[in-house]
């Protein structure tokens, strides 16, 4: 009994395998010919319709064996068994793929997902039927689609990955010819959906940030380029970037932090003169008023120059040999106190012999002179090839119309002359008794900076007609 039990499934299973009432035998597939698509999965309110179930799973069979034809009859007597039969629906839209035929395709999945929005099979072909009609954008939102239905879909996981990548490159490519012909906002927008889809991505930060800046939008670049600096802690130039803005913003402080964060990073000494600049424009930003109307005032005092000196070569004086402390008497209350003792100490300008500095006596080029010379000196002390060049132009001993070299004040009249930092005037005179101007002043402090290599801009560089 149980032997012809057996033989009579033998038996059936045979008659499944060739074929019955004229259906042609199902393939048997070792190698699927589109393993890529998604198996229509049956949903468990359609388990119990086994007539479907049977010509749906021919179908796929059909399908996968690249027999298209077979396989759309199957599908469709499915359907016509039971015509709200949607895995075979979805079936019908992969034949269509398989056919090349992309509209017929996303018609078929777009009528699935009418009626189960969530179907990851539906989901998954919709998304390589878009791919064929050249919409990958669309594409890529129903392949994420379908792995957000079925987070097990490694084919609908690769799928976003390629186009997320291609999308990337398209738009970082639309992005630069934008940026490239001037059309900020286009090339702004551009960048911001890249970053949507790379948000982790620091050079898209730095990318944007140029835009913005070239755009005029500085606060905008400011937050980009932080923002790629915060992604890669080795990106240099992000960080020059910053410190540009800042000190662009008047945030001295933060420029020197930011612009010392990208020297440890590449040591450069390009990046040593500008923190050295974002020092001093910080000490600057940090002066009361009074130093700030240095710059308009037709006549410079002692104690106004003395304050010029100290902000403008802070770092020099700092580095300058131990010296005993002067006494000076009354200074005590003028708004450039600590700077005036420092020049001083120093030995930049001197005290009168009752131990008083005046400092609201007014400069005249001879004081100037001097002071620059005093200046210049010191700088020398640490650096031997401006010792050398100085020397040299000291022993050009320069002629000077109304400084003969028998005055007192020759000395350092030549010192500064043949260095350039305070020229003489077109009829070969120095008119060391004239009054310097804060304008006249700061365009010597300038020429000093310059030769000292450190062309820092705290102020504009002046012309000859500066003297």
């Known amino acids: 009994m149980r032997r012809g039990l057996a033989v009579l499934g033998a038996l059936t299973l045979v008659a499944l395998a060739t074929g019955c009432a004229g259906r042609p035998p199902v393939p048997i597939v070792t190698a699927p010919q589109y393993p890529d698509f998604v198996f229509p999965a049956i949903p468990p309110a359609l388990g119990q319709d086994r007539a479907a179930a049977e010509r749906h799973g021919r179908g796929w069979r059909f ?10 009859r199957e599908f469709r007597a ?41 179907y990851p099979s539906a989901l998954f072909g919709r998304g390589d039927a878009l791919l064929g009609l050249g919409r990958s954008p669309d594409a890529l939102k129903a392949f994420q689609a379908a792995l957000a239905a079925d987070p097990t879909l490694t084919v609908a ?16 490519a639309s992005a630069r010819r934008a940026a490239d012909a001037g059309r900020y906002d286009e090339a702004r927008r551009a960048y911001q959906r890249a970053i949507a889809a790379s948000p982790d991505s620091p050079f898209l930060y730095r990318d ?14 400011l937050e980009a380029f932080r923002r790629a600096a915060a992604l890669d802690p080795t990106d240099a130039r ?12 008047g945030d001295f402080d933060g420029a020197v932090q930011a612009y010392a964060q990208a020297a440890a990073i590449e040591p450069d000494q390009a990046l040593t003169d500008r923190i050295e600049r974002a020092r001093a424009r910080a000490a600057i930003a940090r002066m009361p008023p009074e130093f700030a109307a240095i710059e308009k005032t037709p006549r410079v005092t002692r104690g106004e120059l ?80 401006l010792s050398a060049r100085l020397q040299a132009d000291e022993t050009a001993r320069p002629a000077i119309g109304d400084v003969p070299a028998a005055h007192l004040g020759y000395p350092a009249v030549a010192h500064v002359v043949a260095a350039g930092v305070m020229p003489l ?28 290599g450190r062309n820092a801009p705290g102020w504009q560089q002046s012309g000859e007609g500066k003297r």
């Open 63 to 72: 399908l996968q064996a690249n027999d298209l034809r077979n396989a759309d």
């Open 78 to 118: 499915a359907l016509k068994s039971n015509a709200s039969y949607l895995p075979a629906d979805a079936g019908l839209g992969y034949v269509a793929l398989a056919q090349k035929d992309y509209r017929t395709a996303l018609a078929r999945f777009d009528l699935v997902l009418r009626q189960w929005a969530s």
């Open 157 to 172: 996981a690769a799928r976003v990955q390629v186009l997320q990548l291609r999308t990337l490159q398209d738009e970082i």
């Open 208 to 221: 944007l940030g140029a835009v913005e800046r070239k755009g005029g939008d500085e606060r905008a670049a």
């Open 238 to 249: 992000s960080l020059v970037q910053v410190g540009e803005l800042l000190e662009n913003q």
């Open 306 to 385: 003395a304050a010029l000196i100290g902000v403008h070569f802070a770092r020099l004086i700092e580095a300058r040999p131990a010296r005993e402390t002067t006494l000076v008497t009354d200074v005590r209350q003028h708004w450039a106190a600590p700077w005036i003792l420092r020049v001083v100490d120093a030995g930049m300008m001197d005290v009168n012999v009752n131990h008083t500095f005046q400092p609201r006596n007014p400069v005249r080029r001879l004081d100037l002179a001097r002071a620059m010379s005093a200046l210049l000196k010191l700088a020398a002390a640490t650096s031997p090839s």
């Open 425 to 452: 005037f077109d009829d070969g005179s120095f008119r060391p008794a004239d009054m310097v101007s804060g304008e006249q002043a700061l365009g010597v402090i300038e020429r000093v900076k310059v030769l000292l």
